[in-house]
């Protein structure tokens, strides 16, 4: 269980929940510098549809939210993959910022109570803690940026039911949560941690915290400049080597929440025991492979886009364990 009650609530949290929802078209297909950032998760299971095909509406639906993912519609429609052009992924250039010297630790402090924050009014409880979920990793990053003599400037994150207008497009809560670049906001529907533990088996506020310090992650690159030179690479490959450029960015994510989750902890004494393995497990859960199998009944490797559950649990692990970030290198790294 994880220790955030008297917790500092963010001051970056929008409630939209309870706002009816947007009209228009999903984020766009292509593989722009606004299109969003989604944690992985396959469509909701709808209710009281009829049984049998889902007839020429609803592929071109399933067309249009792959190409937004980045998977391959050839993967469904052809029966496989399209050969990768060229004879290999060139890795766009990538160094993080602070290569080559060594990150001051952050100091340890009291594990006593903490001041309360004021509450605000009509949250409920998981509102809450999401909302000091964030506020850790607005006091981590901040840390970090100073060492890196960097001002680290703090994400909002946005609750919301049903489907919401971003930066990027309308978002819709099958897809699971997302970060806008555009935006630089970060999207969820909580209803998503429900479906996370009954489908995924992925339970634990701990999980649930893994989930946020991920898509914390994207914005961590985008302010990095990792977003735009990888969004820049992928706009002259091919499909299958724009999903293996992907993979490596979304691993980098699983790596600085990871780092975050090793600071927040010496500074703040947030985790008991068994938080840890909350969130090994949930992303052991959400590997592309584990996910393929369990949707379509077979893994499509060049299909992925955000590593299997082995390598998510890896990257993560490791900036974990080590704390820095330059451990979370993944895209000079030989092998995943």
Not at 49 to 63: E, P
Not at 264 to 285: F, T, V
Not at 322 to 332: K, L
Request: charged share 25%; glycine share 14%; hydrophobic share 35%.
């Amino acid at each position: 269980m994880v220790r955030w009650r008297g917790g500092r609530e963010s001051d970056n949290v929008e409630d939209r929940r309870g706002e009816s929802g947007p009209s228009g078209f999903p984020f766009p297909m292509g593989r722009g510098r606004g299109r969003g950032m989604r944690f992985p998760f396959p469509g909701r299971r709808g209710g009281g549809g009829r049984k049998g095909g889902i007839g020429i509406m609803g592929m071109l639906v399933i067309v249009g939210l792959m190409l937004f993912f980045g998977v391959d519609p050839s993967v469904i429609l052809q029966g496989g993959p399209q050969p990768s052009q060229g004879p290999g992924t060139q890795m766009p250039d990538i160094r993080l910022p602070g290569s080559g010297t060594q990150p001051r630790q952050a100091p340890r402090t009291s594990s006593g109570p903490q001041v309360q924050a004021p509450r605000s009014q009509g949250k409920d409880d998981l509102a809450r803690y999401v909302s000091v979920i964030l506020g850790y990793t607005e006091d981590v990053w901040q840390s970090i940026f100073r060492e890196l003599g960097k001002t680290y400037r703090e994400p909002k994150l946005v609750l919301f039911s049903g489907g919401v207008r971003s930066g990027c497009g309308v978002g819709q809560a099958a897809m699971g949560p997302f970060y806008c670049p555009a935006d630089q906001k970060m999207y969820i529907d909580l209803s998503f941690y429900r479906e996370m533990k009954s489908r995924f088996g992925a339970s634990g506020d701990f999980a649930q915290a893994y989930v946020i310090a991920h898509e914390v992650g994207h914005h961590v690159q985008t302010l990095f400049g990792v977003s735009e030179k990888v969004q820049r690479a992928k706009s002259r490959m091919s499909q299958v080597q724009a999903n293996a450029v992907q993979v490596r960015m979304e691993l980098q994510a699983d790596c600085f929440a990871g780092v975050w989750a090793r600071r927040a902890e010496r500074a703040k004494r947030i985790l008991e025991q068994g938080d840890i393995e909350e969130a090994l497990n949930a992303a052991s859960a959400i590997g592309d492979d584990n996910i393929q199998r369990k949707t379509q009944g077979r893994v499509v490797p060049d299909a992925f886009t955000h590593g299997t559950s082995k390598q998510r649990v890896r990257w993560f692990k490791r900036g974990l364990d080590s704390g820095d970030i330059q451990q979370c290198d993944t895209f000079n790294a030989t092998s995943l």
